[in-house]
Structure formats: structure tokens, C-alpha cells
């Protein structure tokens, strides 16, 4: 039914949906998508690593960079988490290339008991 959450119970399926708001003008673009524990503070360079069953490669719609909503863990587990979207596809966050789903005053969501 599309209704946004940031916070999930253990055990549930956890869906995402991209809408950074920027065109994007490479046909057929592969990005990687990885979940990730969540950081305070992300530096640049970071490497990433996935929490789930794998990161997965994705192709992103030319001309904007939207993607529906996308399931990214069969069976949540109890933490914080950040998703991270890997444009250039090199395993690490890059300031200003990369997609980031987190903000200062937490992460991109929780799942809880």
C-alpha cells in the first residue's frame, strides 16, 4: 500500500523506495544497494558493508534515478540501519556520489522487538 515506515519489527520484510530527486543520463546504470549498520558519522571512503542475504546490483531508469518499492531484507533483525546506494559500484560511501539514506538525527530506520 506504499505507506512509509522507518521503523519495522524483527522477522519483517523491509522494502525501500528511491527518490533522491536527480536525473540521472547513462542508459541501463548499475548501481549496488547495501544495508547497512547504521554510522553517526559517515566519513568518506567508508567501506561498505551488507547486513543482509548480499548488496544487490540494480539497473536504474534513464532520466531520473526512481525505482518502486524494492524488497531488501526477507527477515529483519533488531538494530539501526542506514541504506546506502553505490553509484560508482566500488564497495565504499563516496561524498557526493553515493546515496545515503540517513540524517544527522538518526538512521534510515530501526527495526525493534
Not at 521503523?7 to 547495501?34: A, C, M, R, S
Not at 542475504?53 to 531520473?64: K, N, S
Request: proline letters at 4%; one cysteine or more; hydrophobic letters at 35%.
Amino acid at each position: 500500500d506504499y505507506t512509509y515506515t522507518d521503523v519495522f519489527k524483527v522477522g519483517d520484510e523491509v522494502y525501500v523506495w528511491l527518490n533522491p530527486g536527480f536525473i540521472i543520463t547513462e542508459p541501463h546504470k548499475q548501481v549496488v544497494k547495501y544495508v547497512v549498520e547504521h554510522q553517526d558519522d559517515w566519513n568518506d571512503s567508508t567501506p561498505l558493508s551488507d547486513i543482509t542475504a548480499g548488496a544487490e546490483l540494480d539497473i536504474i531508469q534513464t532520466g531520473c534515478i526512481n525505482e518502486g518499492l524494492v524488497l531488501v531484507w526477507s527477515k529483519a533483525e533488531k538494530g539501526e540501519y542506514d541504506v546506502v546506494i553505490d553509484m560508482n559500484r566500488n564497495g565504499k560511501y563516496d561524498i557526493g556520489i553515493d546515496i545515503l539514506d540517513w540524517s544527522p538525527a538518526g538512521p534510515g530506520f530501526r527495526v525493534i522487538e
